[in-house]
C-alpha cells in the first residue's frame, strides 16, 4: 500500500499541516489537511474517509473537501466512524451554523456517513477496516487496515490503547504503524495530562505489539520534533518521522 502524508503536525505553522493521509489514492485517514494537500482530482478521486476522533486538527478539511465534491459532482465520499464520533460530526460541525450539513445538502450530498462498530472489520472500497477504542481526551479510534495482504496500523491521537496493540499483534499483515508522538519525553506528564505518546510511553505500548514493527511517526509538535528524534535514539529505537508531501510503501 502507498501512504501518501498530506500533513503530519500537531498543528498548524506557515509549513506544516495537520493530521491527513491518503493510501492507495482511495482512503482518507483524518481530514485535518484534504483540500491543501491534494488537486481537485485527487480529492474527488478519494471513495472512504476515515476519522479518528472529531478534534479540529483532525477533521477542519472536511467540510472544504465536501464543498468541492458537491461543486465537482463526484459520488458521495463515505465517512467512516464509530458512532459517537460521527455524532459530534453532526452535532458541532455539520450543523447548518458552523458549516452546512453536507450529509444531506445535494443530490447526491457529497458526505454520506458510515457507521462502524468498534472492533468489526468494515470494507471500505477493497480495504477492510477495523477500528479500537483507544485513551484520548475525546473519544477517539485507532484503526487497522488491510488491503489483500497487506496492513498498517493508525494510532490515532492516544495516550494509552492496550486493546490497539494487541489487536496489532494479533493482525500478522500489519507491518508498519503509523504512530502519534506528540511531545518529548521531558513533556511526559503533559503528554500523560493530554492523552497524547511522548517516545518513552511509545517504547513501552510497542511491548504488547509482540513484534518488531516499522514505526513511522507523526503528528509531533512544532518546535520539539528534533528534541523527540534525540529521545527515540536514547531508547536505542529506530523510527522514520513521516514528512508532508512524502509517499510511503507500507
Ligand atoms: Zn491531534
Ligand atoms: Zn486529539
Request: charged share 20%.
Amino acid at each position: 500500500m502507498r501512504l501518501k502524508v498530506l500533513g503530519a503536525s500537531a498543528w498548524p505553522t506557515a509549513t506544516r499541516r495537520t493530521s491527513g493521509f491518503v493510501v492507495d489514492g482511495e482512503l482518507l485517514l483524518d481530514a485535518g489537511t484534504v483540500n491543501s494537500g491534494l488537486d481537485a482530482e485527487e480529492l474527488t478521486a478519494l471513495r472512504s474517509a476515515v476519522i479518528s476522533h472529531a478534534h479540529v486538527d483532525h477533521v477542519k478539511e472536511l467540510p472544504f473537501a465536501a464543498q468541492v465534491r458537491l461543486e465537482r459532482g463526484a459520488p458521495p465520499l463515505a465517512c467512516a466512524a464509530p458512532a459517537e464520533i460521527l455524532d459530534i460530526l453532526r452535532t458541532h460541525l455539520f450543523n447548518g451554523a458552523l458549516w452546512p450539513d453536507f450529509t444531506a445538502l445535494g443530490d447526491p450530498p457529497p458526505i454520506r456517513f458510515h457507521p462502524m462498530t468498534p472492533g468489526e472489520a468494515h470494507s471500505l472500497g477493497s480495504f477492510a477496516v477495523r477500528a479500537i477504542p483507544v485513551r484520548h481526551s475525546v473519544p477517539s479510534y485507532g484503526y487497522i487496515v488491510t488491503r489483500g495482504r497487506q496492513g498498517m496500523a493508525y494510532t490515532a491521537d492516544m495516550g494509552a490503547g492496550a486493546a490497539f496493540w494487541e489487536a496489532v499483534a494479533a493482525n500478522a499483515a500489519v507491518s508498519t504503524v503509523l504512530a502519534e508522538c506528540t511531545f518529548p519525553d521531558r513533556l511526559r506528564d503533559l503528554a500523560e495530562r493530554t492523552a497524547h505518546l511522548c517516545p518513552s510511553r511509545l517504547h513501552e505500548a510497542l511491548d504488547l505489539a509482540m513484534r518488531p514493527l516499522r514505526i513511522l511517526v507523526t503528528h509531533t509538535a512544532p518546535g520539539h520534533t528534533e528534541e523527540i528524534g534525540r529521545d527515540f535514539r536514547r531508547l536505542g529505537m529506530r523510527v522514520e518521522f513521516v514528512e508532508q508531501d512524502h509517499t510511503y510503501e507500507v
